[in-house]
């Protein structure tokens, strides 16, 4: 039969259209407004999923977030998603869900042998066994059979075809949960001009009311909370976030939220992101996120058909559900009699009403309707346990301080034990909470942060209280924010509920073979927490550990409480003594897409092009990764691999002429009066004696002395000069000199600016570099004119364009070499001008790969490798260039003893004798002794140079300086590689500089 | 009572209902031969290696809050013996030796899983540090492998080895012996051990000063009285700085908040720990089925055990960059804990310039996998006076006499270690 | 997420700044003694509490400033340009 178990009417389902969805492959239907859970019970489907620990049957327990049981795999494909709770996931048409945990059937789990052999699996059980035989290889078999167990649902393995979005939001009132106190907050302080905005994790807002006609100022709370919601979504001033669930608060009032915008379709609409990450920054927050119901633990009370009373409530009230035929009831407030109300309304017979308190404790309202309705009612009773292998079929009572009990049948059982304020975000705003010994819970009490508690989650239990408390909080906040009310705000009203006192229970005694559960979804029962206790885990956040209490997907919304209780009672200690565990984000798990948002794929970091990269693609460059920027590694032509291409280029540079696109050097403008002081005192050597039209290398050391930096400093005017760094440095560099001269010096008259992104860079290196650049250039080139390390400005000639540039002669390959700077959008420009000038001379592009056999040819030491961050100058053979003459950042650490011991490894050259030069080979003297072999250094960089037909590198060595001429081994025991090599100057070609200078 | 399969089986006969305390809770002595201040794992280890060791039993551990409730409780898990520079190398193998047998040792299942850590470099210089480094734990006799992209893509199917992704993955740096170990039954079972060879383990017991008289330690100051003794070890790395100042010293440290976080529970889908230099973080899956992910710093000084939103949606984007089939899972707890970063990013385990007076801290992202040798090796200098081998080169002299430690080579800048 | 008062641009979102560590510290003359540079280089009081710190607001105006941060509990107290004190305290 089709929804056996619907409602004729009732409830926020819309009965004239039909969804059709699968369970476990079984066919069924709903409406929409449902949820998987609402239209599971609508056809009577109970069993939903297996336990974690002992694959024990499990039905759906709540109607919200606070879902222990009811988790399915939801979808299939690239959509796929484990761990979604039913009792969230909006019905839509064709959905389809799994079971989770079990295998192979729901019905029949042979994991329920664990429930078997449970005696053996008590909480910790691991921690105790599993160590025999010894050895890792054991534990690694064991695991592995563990991990099969364990873990719930399955992870996609096809990547997220969906899009999330971020944004970021401003208000001066965040009201967090929509139900009666949330609306009534939202409405008041919309009312008094604050900008509000309403966020609720239901796809309506309504919270408690959605469905339920108790008047409100007179008329049905469902049309007062529609009302509400019309006058709220027509204010310009307010932003209503249905599907939104606040999950994090975080300092200075930020609190994240996620809107679940597609997850009530089965896809996404075209352009539409799935999910949407909030950061709000709320002027003042309104918490009104309700209240959730705890259990009473009793012996079986996990069976399916056994949910929480205010659950079943929600079932038949909101979604026209009965969740069965025939209930009992336990209790120890009366919230539950609300709910057999209902449920006796919906057709639902009522078994019996078990209340833990006395007879002289019900006289509240509700309890007064239910016994004129000729419930039956049993106060001091409680069930002492139940029965029923795939569903409930019956529970047994008795008194609660012993006496006979009797068999009641039953396909439902209500319970309810309380209710929790939700008070987790209140506590992660760092506010303190206390013990309400009427409620039997934590109530918030006082936060440092702009945040007040109203309704339910402060404790309130009554809707007329609710009301009253979410317009006070609502006006508090609003004020708080700056907007007081001008005119007089009276709160809705609703008939007040007389109320007997709830009776704390948190446990039926039961036979000690038997399992009460505290939390469902771990397997954690009243045994395991007295376990925890006997051995000494006596702190909460030891129970929780120990026992796994509240550590799974619902996060213990439903147990913590009744756990730390049991805990407080065990140790003979008060609960507030006991205390709670730290409450952190998230509130309920929150995706891992949403919290990623654009950063995916691509977008992880921005990718940085230099203005010349399209030429580079077009002309088959290679490209790869240099930090955040793109650049070509090589050249290859067709047929040729990247060696070879690297080798072609550059034997190239050093016979005809080459050009390299440099871009990504940091480019720092420096104008002012006393620019040549500040780079003194930020780099060794000096700066004073710099001309004008001159360029100079330079080094920079942290403040501990070791190499931070080099590039090159060119002076361009009296008081304009031109920093380079390296491309790696470019952002710490600028970082450092602003520091420097904003905190440090603010006296000298410097002013720095980035400029590595407004110019573009090329080097044309090589013995032919003159004759190319001297058609392409507005200036004198020759030696005598522009001679090694002039500087100067010029226009280079593009065709019938002419292109302002900056002529640098410095040379980091060794040969005759000079630097192109333009203005970036010529860059493309100039780069097709040098091209098509060196055409006749052989003129070939290099790229990194060239660039670097170039520049370890001639011992050039590269910030990374080399400069790694332990060396000094004079490491690396710089420390000539250390000015005796004047102080600099770094010189007064570099006394240190040990920064200037003769063991220090030094830069050297490396010449391999027999084969290649291993990458990352270390420097051994003996490869064949047994380990620990003494490294007495290692290689920094290699390559094979085509110019010298040999395999070389650069090492930091030993003593390395004093070590010219020997032979040493260079050894990759990761790629089984011995060579041996001759230690030498770290110069190959060239080390008096001729080339340079011709 | 000794644990094991049998005393399980017996216990499950009479509904475990005489499971002894794994450890006591006694109220001070006025005097101890030693103290150990911090009740984490790196104090409850270096209690129980006084008492083994040395013969030094008469020990009290004082801990502020409950018995590895600080960073034992909080970190990823991760343990490894991957570093470069030799005084770091063999510190780490020297505690993977002891991570090997601690089960056994402490007659406490720790779950020392072997599954391997796998460093992956995207860059032709990673690779290079990267071979410069295994190169380096090979010649000290210590297991180091690089994996190809392809032979990594065939063990790791949901990693994303193609080239199209942001930062392409070129190999790896694989150990082997790496792994992962249950954090929380490090804390139980150095506790369990200690406390049954006579240590007293003194739970919500904050120091509040340091006694020192003629350049000696004499004693305590607690929120639980006063206590006397001569031998001072400091092991409460996150707080190291504070716990220091009360004897007048100041440390070249800095604490900073580091968030992890773990996903809901799945079926077992990666079976190895997994790091990138490129997007910065680290993941492994637990014996429970959850993720646990990290990556870097929140980057500004904190002892608030939490920290902000960004520094975590970049983990997390880290972590869909080198898995995008995670996308669609859960978020399901997150925390922060407090580093001890120094200025070199690595630890200090050693005497401080106060007769009697040692402290084992800075341990940066280094903590966890520490824990037995930092334990073994600070009972050692505590007992005997001087240090071992294995640590005298953590000492808080290196830095003014330049005997940096700096594995990254990022210098005296604590928050880029 | 912090909000950081810059003294120019006014309170903006964290992910607009780049932490710079302790702002108390003194850079030594460049003659004084090794165990002042040594000092300055690597010591630090590290605070939990309020702590005066460094932040620059590298995706704004690009100035360095001070800021009274309370470690414990990341309250903002204070925030003053590099030329001027922190209530209470030293430029």
Sequence with gaps: M?????????????????????????????????????????????????????????????????????????????????????????????????????????????????????????????????????????????????????????????????????????????????????????????????????????????????????????????????????????????????????????????????????????????????????????????????????????????????????????????????????????????????????????????????????????????????????????????????????????????????????????????????????????????????????????????????????????????????????????????????????TAQSAPVAAVVSTGALQALWSVPSRRSAKCFVDWQNDVTVADIALAAREGYRSVEHLKRYTTLGMGTDQGKTANIVGLALLAAELGVSIPQVGTTTFRPPYTPVTMGTLAGHEVGANLEPTRYSAMHDWHVEHGARMLNAGLWKRPHSYPRPGESEDDAANREAKNVRSNVGVVDVSTLGKIELQGRDVAEFLNRVYINRWDTLAVGRCRYGVMLRDDGMVFDDGTTSRFAESHYVMTTTTLNAVNVMQHLEYLLQVEWPELQVFATSVTEQWAAAALSGPMAREVLAGLVSIDVSNAAFPFLAVGECELIAGAARIPARLFRMSYSGELAYEIHVPVTHGRAMWEAVIAAGAPFGIMPYGTEAMSTLRIEKGHVVVGPEADGRTTADDLGLGKLVSPAKACIGKPLLARPALTAPERWQLVGLTAIDGTIPRGGKLVADPEQAAPIPMQGHVSSWCWSPNLGASIGLALLARGRARHGETLWAVSPLADARVKVRVGPPCFIDPEGERLRV | MRYSIFSLARNAATHHENWPLAWRSPEPKPAYDAIVVGGGGHGLATAYYLAKEHGISNVAVLEKGWLGGGNTGRNTTIVRSNYHLDPNEHFYEFSLKLWESLSQELNFNVMYSARGVLNLVHSPVDMDAALRRGNAMRLNGIDAEFLSRDEIAAWIPALDTSPSARFPILGGLLQPRGGTVRHDAVAWGYARAADARGVDIIQNCEVTGIRIENGAIAGVDTTRGSIATRKLGIAVAGNSSRLAAMAGIRLPIESHVLQAMVSEPIKPVLDTVVSSGAVHFYISQSDKGELVMGGDLDFYNSYAQRGNLPALEHVVAGCLALFPSFGRLRQLRSWGGIMDMTMDGSPIIAKLPVGGLTMTGGWCYGGFKATPASGWLHAYTMARGEPHPLNAAFTLERFAEGRMIDEKGAGPKPGAH | MLLIPCPWCGARNQIEFTYGGDATLKRPPPDAPQEAWYEFVYLRDNPCGPHDELWLHSAGCRRWFKVRRDTRTHDILASARPDQALPGGPT
């Excluded at chain 1, 399955?154 to 401003?170: N, S």
């Excluded at chain 1, 976030?241 to 994090?248: I, M, S, Y």
């Excluded at chain 1, 009104?288 to 205010?310: H, Q, V």
């Design chain 1, 2 to 486: 089709r929804q056996s178990h619907r409602l004729a009417a009732g409830g926020v389902v819309d009965r004239s259209r039909t969804l059709g969805f699968s369970f476990d492959g079984a066919a069924y239907e709903g409406h929409p407004g449902d949820t998987l859970a609402s239209a599971l019970l609508a056809n009577g489907v109970h069993l939903i999923g297996r336990s974690f620990k002992y694959h024990r049957p499990r039905g759906i327990v709540t109607a919200g977030a606070d879902e222990p049981n009811a988790l399915v795999q939801l979808a299939r494909g690239a959509r796929t998603e484990p761990n979604t709770r039913a009792t969230q996931q909006e019905l839509y048409e064709g959905l389809s869900a799994e079971s989770q945990n079990r295998w192979p059937s729901l019905s029949f789990d042979l994991g329920a042998l664990n429930d078997v052999f449970s005696p053996l699996f008590p909480a910790g059980f691991y921690y105790k066994t599993f160590m025999w035989p010894p050895g890792p290889r054991w534990w690694l078999k064991y695991e592995h059979l563990i991990r099969r167990a364990a873990g719930l649902g399955r992870a996609p393995r096809e990547p997220d075809p969906d899009y999330y979005q971020h944004r970021f939001a401003h208000c001066d009132v965040l009201v967090i949960g929509g139900g009666p106190a949330g609306l009534a907050a939202a409405q008041v302080a919309a009312r008094c001009g604050a900008r509000v905005m309403l966020c609720d994790e239901n796809a309506a807002f309504g919270g408690s009311l959605r469905g339920d006609a108790t008047p409100i100022d007179g008329a049905p709370g469902t049309s007062w909370v529609d009302a509400r919601i019309g006058e709220l979504g027509a204010n310009g001033d307010v932003t209503l976030l249905p599907r939104t669930t606040a999950f994090g608060y975080y300092d200075q009032n930020l609190i994240g939220l996620v809107e679940r915008v597609a997850d009530h379709l089965p896809e996404p609409p075209p352009f539409t992101p799935r999910q949407r990450l909030w950061h709000v920054r709320a002027g003042v927050v309104v918490l009104a996120s309700g209240a959730l119901e705890r259990g009473i633990a009793y012996a079986g009370n996990d069976l399916p058909g056994t949910m929480l009373a205010g659950a079943a409530r929600v079932y038949v009230t909101r979604y026209g559900v009965k969740p069965g035929t025939r209930a009992v009831i336990f209790a120890n407030n009366d919230s539950a009699y609300d709910a057999a109300m209902r449920l006796h309304e919906a057709g639902i017979a009522i078994a019996a009403i078990a209340d833990a308190r006395p007879e002289a404790a019900l006289s509240g309202e509700y309890p007064q309707r239910a016994r004129a309705a000729g419930m039956p009612i049993l106060p001091g009773g409680a069930i002492v346990a139940a029965h029923g292998r795939l569903r409930v079929a019956g529970v047994d009572l008795a008194p609660l301080g012993g006496g006979a009990a009797r068999r009641v049948d039953c396909d439902l059982v209500c319970v309810s034990g309380g209710w929790n304020p939700a008070v987790h975000l209140y506590s992660q705003s760092r506010g303190k909470l206390r013990y309400d010994d009427a409620l039997a819970t934590f109530v918030p009490d006082a936060s440092p942060q702009a945040i007040v508690a109203a309704g339910a989650a402060n404790g309130k239990s009554d809707l007329s209280a609710v009301l009253t408390d979410g317009h006070a909080a609502g006006l508090a906040a609003a004020a708080r924010a700056g907007f007081a009310a001008r």
